[in-house]
Nanobody, 121 residues
């Protein structure tokens, strides 16, 4: 059984910063892509950023230069540092990871429970 647990959401004023963390636990053989998605009210879920286990990153255009994704492969954690936050960043942020629970199995997608980020003055 694999679980992803997120932390770090909250409320902040425009221009502020927040740091989201996600930790994978359970039976883990290997972890490939880890990433963050967000869904605002009335909108579809969108990819914010992801990172491969070799450190290669991808960012949505809307967050480039403001957000930084990083990971600790030994601890199976992924972090999203969000700076210069804007009201349009308000959403529920969810962590996703592609994990092989065992060398016998393929990789599966696992999701965290989501954490609210609210940017408002």
């Amino acid at each position: 059984q694999v679980h992803l647990v997120e932390s770090g959401g909250g409320s902040v004023q425009p221009g502020g910063s927040l740091r989201l963390s996600c930790a994978a636990s359970g039976t883990i053989f290997s972890t490939n892509i880890m990433g963050w998605y967000r869904q605002a009210p009335g909108k579809e879920r969108e990819l914010v950023a992801h990172i491969f286990n070799d450190g290669t990153t991808y960012y949505a255009d809307s967050v480039k230069g403001r957000f930084t994704i990083s990971r600790d492969n030994a601890e199976n954690t992924v972090t999203l540092q969000m700076n210069n936050l804007k009201p349009e960043d308000t959403a529920v942020y969810s962590c996703k990871a592609d994990i092989r629970p065992s060398y016998r199995t393929k990789a599966y997608e696992y999701w965290g429970q989501g954490t609210q980020v609210t940017v408002s003055s």
